[in-house]
């Protein structure tokens, strides 16, 4: 049964009388304006990728860890509490920062309640990974979004370990995994290019006897790989002639506990990034951006199609490359990505529509289908949005045929349906910034899963929240 997702302000109550001002609830639906250019400099919250792994390699850690700069989204927090619920203390200082004191690896305890995985895959399959190795059985429930996504991607490969699953009809939530221990270590090729189902692996082989191999012949997000050396496991990676990626995972890893410093998120950049892109007479600087090769596919991408995007103070923070981002409004034009690159901007695909969407000439985006099993099928309801405040869009099973309209604004004026999707929510808030019409989206309460500040940061840029029927 999926969880439920309500409204996050209503105040719940019997007898207890708030004053109006206290109770009124925010509105459900959001609507941005931009009356003026976007200018300033914020930063965005840490990486979501990234914030995961360091509360889950810290929870198996031997000692104390610290972290700063987590996401305190939604996603990231389902995990903090899924960790907790298997032994690891986990508090957040008066500073900001995490301390997380690990079970060590082969320790995690029996949950004693499903853990409420919210709207996050990655802590979903990740964390099967993890129970898989552990003489421990875990139910795991999630919200309608998650509840309808193939988890038969990690349970097939787990399944070779020994561990045993329970799923519902398709391999979807909510399931249950009985772990086992000793498992048995596997040597997986991956027939999709997925990080979630590499790390699900490679996290089961932590508490495995022997080496566990992940073959893949896509390079994904590497973060799992960066922290695992970081917190001291064993870990090899080779090329093989095809051009593969063979990573190897010797078990029973002990591991050290570390200090992190989380980078920016650069998939949470991407928004202000593109609205400052097509707001015109824009400049801002976006701090702090993570751009690991494996993550950062869009810049790449935008800067093809004429993006005015320049990469200041480069340096390294926590072992991932950083920098500031400045982003000044650029005539765009279309452009047709090789589909190597789509596993470097796999989540940023909607974003870089609404981009599309305003560029001069024809754009195909194709190699998507990926899209379709994330939060929402991305492909459809981005058309469907698209398509309802005026743009030109044609829908592949792979992907989007997008015909911009070379700068001039978007009608807007339509309501579109978020389906539960955090980025599909501020892709079309951000296109509203480029419309005649404001956009209405209609459920602003995804965007905390993985962007708690959003509205704040683009209000401090010169964005405005209107009401319904305003021009924009
Ligand atoms: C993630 C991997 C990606 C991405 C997701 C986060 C991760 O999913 O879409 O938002 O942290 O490993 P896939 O690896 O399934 O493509």
């Not at 001291?232 to 050290?256: C, P, Y």
Request: include cysteine.
């Amino acid at each position: 049964m999926p969880t439920a997702r309500g409204p996050r302000l209503a105040i719940a109550g019997s007898g207890c009388q708030k004053p109006a001002a206290m109770t009124a609830p925010l509105p459900r639906t959001l609507r941005l304006t931009a009356p003026r250019a976007l200018a300033g400099r914020v930063a965005v919250p840490g990486d979501k990728s990234i914030s995961h792994r360091a509360l889950m390699l810290s929870a198996l850690a031997v000692g104390t860890s610290r972290v700063e700069g987590l996401l305190e989204g939604e996603d990231v927090l389902a995990t903090a509490a899924a960790m907790r619920a298997m032994g690891a203390t986990i508090v957040r200082g008066e500073d900001g920062a995490w301390t997380i004191d690990g079970v060590g690896v082969g320790g995690l305890l029996q949950p004693r309640q499903a853990l409420d995985m919210g709207n996050s895959g990655t802590s979903t399959r990740l964390l099967m990974g993890l129970v898989a190795s552990h003489a421990i059985t875990a139910t795991f429930v999630g919200d309608a979004s998650l509840s309808k996504r193939p988890m038969a991607r990690v349970i097939e490969p787990l399944s070779r370990t020994g561990a045993d699953f329970t799923a519902s009809p398709g391999g979807r939530l909510p399931l249950m995994v009985r772990g086992i221990c000793p498992a048995v270590p596997i040597e997986y090729r991956l027939p999709v290019a997925s990080a979630q189902v590499k790390s699900a692996v490679l996290l089961a082989g932590l508490n495995t006897p022997g080496i566990t191999r992940v073959i893949e012949p896509v390079p994904t997000r590497d973060h799992s790989e960066r922290m695992l050396r970081g917190f001291g496991a064993e870990l090899a990676i080779e090329t093989d002639a095809d051009g593969a990626r063979i990573i190897s995972l010797t078990g029973e890893a002990e591991l050290k506990p570390q200090r992190i410093v989380v980078p920016g998120d650069p998939s949470s950049a991407a928004f202000p990034c593109v609205a400052a892109l097509i707001v015109p007479g824009s400049d801002i600087v976006i701090e702090n951006v993570g751009l690991n090769p494996t993550r950062a596919g869009l810049y790449e991408v935008l800067r093809a199609m004429g993006a005015d995007i320049a990469f200041a103070d480069e340096r390294v923070v926590g072992g991932e490359p950083v920098a500031d981002l400045r982003v000044t409004a650029s005539a765009l034009h279309g452009i047709a990505p090789d589909p190597a690159i789509v596993p470097s901007m796999v989540d940023e695909f909607p974003i870089l529509f609404v981009a599309c969407a305003l560029a001069q000439g024809r754009s195909v985006l194709r190699g998507l289908e990926e899209l379709r099993v994330k939060e929402s099928d991305r492909i459809a309801v981005m058309a469907a949005g698209l398509r309802a405040i005026g743009a030109t869009v044609e829908e592949l099973p792979d992907g989007l045929v997008v015909d911009g309209t070379g700068g001039e604004r978007l009608a807007g004026g339509a309501t579109v349906a978020t389906h539960l999707d955090h980025r599909i929510a501020m892709s079309f808030a951000i296109a509203s910034l480029a419309c005649r019409l404001p956009v209405t989206v209609d459920d602003r309460a995804p965007i905390a899963t993985s962007f708690p500040g959003f509205i704040g940061m683009m209000e401090a840029l010169g964005a405005e929240q209107s009401a319904a029927g305003e021009p924009a």
